[in-house]
């Protein structure tokens, strides 16, 4: 690992290696034990399988990371408490957040949703979906080419946000 993380840390120029895929270059690095254990494991997590990964895309990603590492922090908290302290600042804002509903339709400035077996319609200059892209494709009033678009997108349940702020935003995450 030293070794990889060294290499990506002095490597500046990764166009070279686009379009090569990740899985043998990896072993190269790491040997194939450290490589089948760790990093196709974590890349079945995030894109479903290793060798449709770039290793120009991945090596300038780990050389971002290695030489920003201090910049990062870590959710000290857990999810529901990062999610509810962003829809208490929604709220604050004059915002709605709705959950435990089944979202019917998505049009324009508007979403008509079913909660507690009872039918809503809310009006809004802003919505904020949270949905995988394929349903809201079906859903959503959008035009045929942005539907064609949504639907296209090969989705993987996994939550993974990097802000950078000059100040901290919020308590838990620093």
Known sequence: LAKIGIYCRIKNNWSKLEGLREELWLEKFVGKEVNDMLFKNLAQIKFGDLSSVDIAWF???LRE????REKYAYLSCG????????????EK????VITGAVVDKVGDKEVTYIK???KFTIKADKIISSMPPHILGKIAEFDDETKKELLLV???PII????ITKKPYFDEYW
Request: with cysteine; aromatic share 16%.
């Open 65 to 68: 990371a290695a030489i920003t």
């Open 79 to 90: 999810y529901p408490q990062l999610f509810h302290k962003i829809a208490e600042y929604i």
């Open 160 to 163: 993974c946000v990097v802000f």
């Open 59 to 61: 090596g300038s990603r």
């Open 116 to 118: 507690d077996g009872k």
């Open 154 to 156: 090969k989705y993987k």
């Open 93 to 96: 804002n004059d915002g709605m």
